[in-house]
Each structure stands twice: as C-alpha cells, then as structure tokens.
T-cell receptor
C-alpha cells in the first residue's frame, strides 16, 4: 500500500529563517510526487510536480527536490504570507489517485 | 481560465439524510476526482470519473457514489448520512487523468452532519 509521511507536523519560523519540510514515501512505481499549499477554508493549491529522483523545481522562495525515498520542500527567507499547510502526495503506477500525507502546518512570525 | 467550482460551499444535514454535491471542472478537463478531507484522516481518495465512467474507486462504503455528465461536470452523493461523514469534500480535475498529470482542486464543500 502506498504511504506518505510528512514531518514535522507543525513548524514555526521567524520571518527570514529558512527551513525544509520533509515528505517520505513508499510507493509501487512512482508516477509523480506533488506538492500543494492549503490555506484555511480553501482547497489545495498546486505548487510542484516531480517525476524522477534528482529532479528539482523552484518557484519564488520555494524549492522542491526528490530522491528515491523522500522529497524536500525548502523555504528560503520565508514571509508571513507563506504560512499555510503544505501537502505532499504521490501517484503510483497502479492508478491515477493521489495518496496524501497529513500535511505540515507552517507558521511564519513577522 | 476559471478554476474548479463546487456547490454548495456549506451544508448542514442530519443523520440518515442524503446529500448531493456538485463539481464543475476546469474547461477542457475531462477527469474529475473526489476526495474527503478530515482532521484525523487527512485527504482520502473517493473515486475518479472520466468520460462519464468511474475509472477508479477508493475504500469507502457504497453509501458514497458519484456520476459524471457528458459536459464533464460531476456529482457525488452520500446516502444515509452518518456523523463521521462530516468533512470537507474536495473535487479535483485534470485533462485526461493520465499518470503524472496535475490535479487542480476546487474550494470544497464543507458538510456538517448533526
């Protein structure tokens, strides 16, 4: 069974304090690893898709990386508006469904 | 392009009732997936529809059902509601539902069962 574990569950940072969010996964034939951001009361907002180990993608202060067992979302010099829950999901060879981790709630203090 | 839309945004029902939720995908998207989000279980896959056919199904009881129309709009139905069905129900669409394709989520329908 596909499994996704995200750590830590919650992270509090000072504005400008860089950090990384971890997503560990076990999946039978990875087709894609997805990162989403979710604000309270809203649906997940797509951030990145990674397809193979060694791949990296960047967007503003965010950078996502992928290995064969885990993915990291690096946040450089975060701002209060980066506060949200970050979700990691995998898609396996078997079908198109996404299997999600429980998410990491990030709080950035000014 | 308009995003995924879901109606209604909020619903309050009582145990034993049934409910129908609606989802309109992004224009041109033909695959629609439904997910249930709760604080305890997180996001869990319910089912996926493509070309009016259910293509994949998650581990939910038969009380949860869905359908897709020829214009790709989708509905999901929950019959005989239970307290544990209280959740945020999210719809996501993608072009063809192929492996590796990005799924874009709607704002969700918040269902409260009393």
């Amino acid at each position: 069974e596909d499994q996704v574990t995200q750590s830590p569950e919650a992270l509090r940072l000072q504005e400008g304090e860089s950090s990384s969010l971890n997503c560990s996964y076990t999946v039978s034939g990875l087709r894609g690893l997805f990162w989403y951001r979710q604000d309270p009361g809203k649906g997940p907002e797509f951030l990145f898709t990674l397809y193979s180990a060694g791949e990296e993608k960047e967007k503003e202060r965010l950078k996502a990386t992928l290995t064969k067992k885990e993915s990291f979302l690096h946040i450089t010099a975060p701002k209060p508006e980066d506060s949200a829950t970050y979700l990691c999901a995998v898609q396996a060879r078997a079908n198109s469904k996404l299997t999600f981790g429980k998410g990491i709630t990030l709080s950035v203090r000014p | 392009k308009a995003g995924v839309t879901q109606t209604p945004r909020y619903l309050i029902k009582t145990r034993g009732q049934q409910v129908t939720l609606s989802c309109s995908p992004i224009s041109g998207h033909r695959s629609v997936s439904w997910y249930q989000q709760t604080p305890g279980q997180g996001l869990q896959f319910l089912f996926e529809y493509f070309s009016e056919t259910q293509r994949n199904k998650g581990n939910f009881p038969g009380r949860f059902s869905g359908r897709q129309f020829s214009n790709s709009r989708s509905e999901m139905n929950v019959s005989t509601l239970e307290l544990g069905d209280s959740a945020l129900y999210l719809c996501a669409s993608s072009l063809e539902g192929r492996y590796g394709e990005t799924q874009y989520f709607g704002p969700g329908t918040r269902l409260l069962v009393l």
